[in-house]
């Protein structure tokens, strides 16, 4: 059986530490608009600041639906599974905010948050923060046991390559190109020059 818990206590704390990688979802208000699931990792991105807040860090990819949706809407759910051990499904529901890596407020954030820094320190996008209101489990029972061969090296090699070769305007022309908007159009992150391109995550 599921339980609803208070908040983040200690032992979920360590729980979450403990699994390989988080899961997003959001909508946009819209009936017909493109619900999105984002996998997130390593786990050392997400922080659990107190018992109703997390944040994680948001790092430049092929597309910008959560962080879209949430300046939106807000709404924003983060799911944790286990793949080892007892099985256990984690969800985090709450209201979500987004600070952009240029917000005056980022750098502090992030010392606050501690996070395992990424190796391309500017594939960094912003962070979420997350005030969550239902902190709930259940069963896991459908999640498979996986054993984790480690991370893959694929996006600080994309994000190193583009800093060689054109230095760090090419992921910021990147950014305006692919995470301008949302699939739906609707602001994504806002950058000078941002061409407001269509993209897909």
């Known amino acids: 059986m599921g339980k609803i818990f208070d908040g983040i206590d200690e032992h979920l704390r360590g729980w979450i530490a403990a699994q390989p990688l988080f899961f ?16 997130k990792g ?3 991105t997400l922080a659990v600041l107190d018992a109703h ?10 597309g910008a639906e959560t962080v879209a949706h949430v300046r939106e809407n807000g709404r ?5 599974c286990a ?3 007892p099985p256990r499904i984690v969800r985090l529901h709450g209201r979500g905010e987004v600070v952009p890596a240029a917000d005056e407020r ?27 209101s239902r902190v709930a489990d259940s069963c896991g029972y459908g999640v498979p ?9 694929h996006a600080d090699a994309w994000a190193d390559k583009k800093l060689r070769v054109r230095g ?4 910021l022309d990147y950014q305006r190109e692919h995470n301008s908007t949302s699939l739906d159009d609707l602001p994504a992150i806002e950058l000078p020059g941002s061409s407001g391109a269509e993209h897909a995550e």
């Open 76 to 80: 924003l759910v983060v799911m944790l």
């Open 168 to 171: 760090r305007e090419a992921l």
């Open 24 to 39: 997003v979802a959001s909508a946009p208000l819209a009936g017909d608009g493109h619900v999105n699931v984002s996998p």
């Open 53 to 62: 807040t997390v944040a994680y860090l948001d790092m430049i990819g092929s």
């Open 83 to 85: 793949f080892t051990g």
């Open 106 to 132: 980022f750098s502090e954030l992030e010392e606050r948050c501690g996070f395992a820094q990424p190796g391309v320190a500017d594939a960094r996008r912003a962070i979420v923060v997350l005030d969550v």
């Open 145 to 153: 046991l996986m054993s984790l061969e480690g991370l893959r090296p």
């Open 42 to 44: 390593p786990i050392g």
